[in-house]
């Protein structure tokens, strides 16, 4: 049992890894379509480069989104409204007809004239009633019927059959003509101008449960293709039709496997995915050590990459017109942030090549998001920057856009078929893409990560740490000063992370906040406490600065990347002065006590910072140099780290030292304010 639990410490961190893979897995695995894959890929516009392509059964051509479209448009046109009668209304003008009738007939009443007309205008009521009475311009849209709903009857009617308020006088002058009352035309149509009242009102409820049924009837198909039938022939164009046939079939095999459990599907996915998460575990085995033995750092890339897979599938269930909505690009930028643009660059293709097993027309999308993903890495050098974000944001766009257009293009053959909704959604992705920043904060708390904002933050000489050294060792404070001009503009020559370099500088040496007076920098007199000390003690003190800085650095929780700087600046090189002390005293004395702690520097940066530092502590121990003078003191501190192999854990080239070399020279040309001597 110990023996076993021996074992599971010793590779806990390889477990750890393992686990994180398989958990990482499964979570997509549960994301990913339980059915298979339609087994060809095909676009609108394209060559078939397939052989010639047989229907494997019978299935269904389904109708195009806008044919579909236009069939709800027409059932919804030809659908005739739903019309209410109010019996009361028409009851209420049935019992106020004779008091009104009196009132606009009074010249005759108690004549014999009097039942006929009566009867005549009780008459034109009833017909006026039958169906009842519209208000005015209530139906538009070109409606020519109607269904009445009178009590517990639905009538289907033309719209002639009922009166509109707007029309009663024409249908009252027809029916007077026709008789011997013409001389009482103006009384009826004074009696009813007051007494008629619409009754007929739209019933809504009615109307949409009509409406909703008639949507469902319609077919989403338009014909059928027999199994064995000849789909489309290798060479050939895939044109509007081949497309939709092809769609049909894809669609009805997704329907035919179904939620279908089958285990062999399931087992080809889960190799697809464990194999890309293990590439990029290969991939920062190999090109970012640190971050591969960092388990934090480790799962907060995979929590990204889920991450941005959940958000997909999210819209995909909810609606996959808005998938170009989701800002894919905020996983490069995150991790550009806090790492590096190859890393940000590697897991983004790597995520959307996983997403494309899940989206529709999926070259189309996975193109477009790697472009979108280079553009995004290239593009943004500075994030702390707002106008970097915001330019960055609109270039992405624009590639959206042109790609977009270019797709299209192709498969309609025109540009002028563009719909202009996925345009709207990549404005809306770009407007996404900028909380990128407020996310960046939160994730440094929950990760403990440091972005460049936060050491654009670090880098304020008023920060508390910078500020106790500038009060109790204002020589180090100096000297890292110039040591992060000089390692910046280095930094800036050769493509390393320029910000990142110089808060590395200025908290290089805090160390030295502990025994200040023990560094030349800040000795003011001629007496040095050195004196006092046997050379392997001095060597000690001056040794312990990496260990105290490291201490410091962690006291004040100043993130691992600056912590870093401490630790390498010096690598595993020598304190060369009191070694040689010793050796006048011991000619035997053992290197060993000498040398710093180590590591080596391991990045661009932290070998930059090395060469800056020991350059700049150097050459205050020249008087008057020439420029020959100079160059050659540069060649020989850096050539001498390069010997000690100091470099050769970075990433760092020769070409780029070389670069570094001649941009050290140039700055420390205007230090001694040296002057080229011109032939006379």
């Known amino acids: ?57 019978d299935f269904s051509i ?48 108690n004549t014999p004239k009097y039942d006929s007309l009566y009867q005549f205008g009780t008459a034109l009521l009833e017909i006026i009633y039958q169906y009842g009475v519209l208000p005015p311009k209530s139906i538009s849209n070109g409606k020519t019927s109607i269904n009445l709903i009178q009590g517990t009857l639905e009538i289907p009617l033309s719209l002639e059959a009922v009166f509109r308020s707007d029309t009663l006088f024409e249908f009252l002058s027809e029916q007077i003509s026709s008789t011997s009352f013409l001389d009482y035309e103006e009384s009826y ?95 920062l085995h190999k090109y970012r050590y640190s971050i591969y033995e960092n388990n934090l750092k480790l799962t907060f890339i995979f929590f990204n990459i889920l991450f941005v897979f959940l958000l997909v599938t999210a819209v995909l269930q909810f609606d996959t017109v808005y998938l170009f909505a989701v800002p894919i690009c905020i996983l490069p930028l995150i991790i550009k942030a806090f790492f590096d643009a190859r890393l940000g660059l590697f897991a983004h293709v790597l995520t959307v090549l996983l997403i494309g097993f899940i989206v529709p027309n999926s070259f189309e999308y996975v193109f477009i998001q790697i472009l979108a993903g280079i553009v995004t890495i290239q593009s943004i050098s500075q994030l702390y920057r707002r106008a970097n974000l915001f330019i960055s944001v609109g270039q992405i766009i624009l590639v959206y856009g042109i790609g977009y257009l270019a797709f299209t293009t192709i498969q309609e053959g025109s540009v002028f078929k563009i719909d202009y909704t996925p345009m709207a959604l990549f404005l ?86 502990d025994n200040p007076y023990y560094f030349s920098e800040n000795q003011s007199g001629l007496v040095s406490p050195h004196d006092e000390l046997t050379p392997k003690q001095s060597a000690q003190l001056i040794i312990n600065h990496v260990r105290e800085g490291i201490k410091l650095g962690q006291k004040y929780k100043l993130p691992d990347r600056i912590i870093d700087f401490i630790r390498t600046h010096h690598g595993t090189s020598s304190v060369y002065y009191f070694y040689k002390k010793q050796l006048e005293l011991d000619p035997e004395a053992a290197i060993e006590d000498f040398l710093y702690p180590g590591p080596r520097p391991f990045s661009k940066e ?75």
């Open 1 to 57: 049992m110990k023996s076993i639990w021996k074992f599971i410490l010793a590779q806990q961190a390889l477990i750890y890894k393992s686990i994180l893979i398989l958990l990482s897995s499964v979570f997509l695995l549960y994301l990913f379509p339980r059915g298979g894959q339609f087994k060809y890929e095909f676009q609108k516009g394209r060559i078939w480069q397939y052989p010639d392509y047989y229907a494997p059964f």
């Open 62 to 109: 389904l109708k195009s989104k806008a044919e579909f479209e236009a069939d709800q448009q027409k059932a919804l046109q030809d659908l005739s409204p739903y019309l209410r009668s109010d019996q009361t209304i028409k009851n209420a003008v049935f019992e106020k007809f004779p008091t009104s009738f009196d009132t606009y007939f009074s010249e005759v009443l």
């Open 189 to 283: 149509k004074d009696l009813f101008f007051e007494l008629i009242t619409p009754n007929l009102f739209p019933d809504t409820v009615f109307d949409e449960n009509a409406q909703k049924e008639v949507l469902r009837n319609i077919s989403q198909s338009r014909g059928i293709v027999s199994s064995g039938s000849l789909i489309i022939k290798k060479g050939d164009l895939l044109n509007d039709e081949a497309f939709e046939i092809l769609d049909s079939l894809r669609n009805e095999f997704s329907l035919r496997q179904g939620d279908q459990s089958n285990s062999a599907i399931v087992f080809g996915y889960s190799i697809l995915i464990l194999l890309s998460f293990t590439l990029l575990l290969l991939f």
């Open 428 to 513: 809306l992705n770009g407007l996404l893409m900028l909380f990128v920043q407020p996310l960046i904060y939160i994730y440094e708390k929950l990760f403990g990560l440091v972005s460049d904002i936060s050491l654009l933050e670090l880098s304020d000489t008023n920060a508390v740490l910078l500020k106790k050294l500038s009060e109790k060792a204002p020589g180090t404070f100096h000297h890292s000063l110039q040591v992060a001009n000089l390692a910046e503009s280095a930094a800036n020559e050769i493509g390393a992370n320029a910000l990142l370099l110089r808060v590395g500088a200025l908290y290089h040496d805090i160390g030295k906040l």
């Open 606 to 680: 932290t070998a930059i910072l090395m060469m800056a530092d020991a350059v700049e502590a150097a050459s205050k121990s020249l008087k008057s140099p020439n420029i020959e003078e100079l160059e050659a003191f540069i060649h020989k501190i850096i050539e001498g780290k390069m010997k000690e192999l100091q470099f050769n854990e970075s990433t760092i080239t020769l070409s780029e030292i070389e670069t570094v070399k001649k941009v050290l020279f140039n700055k420390l040309i205007n230090v001694y304010q040296l002057r080229i001597e011109y032939p006379k």
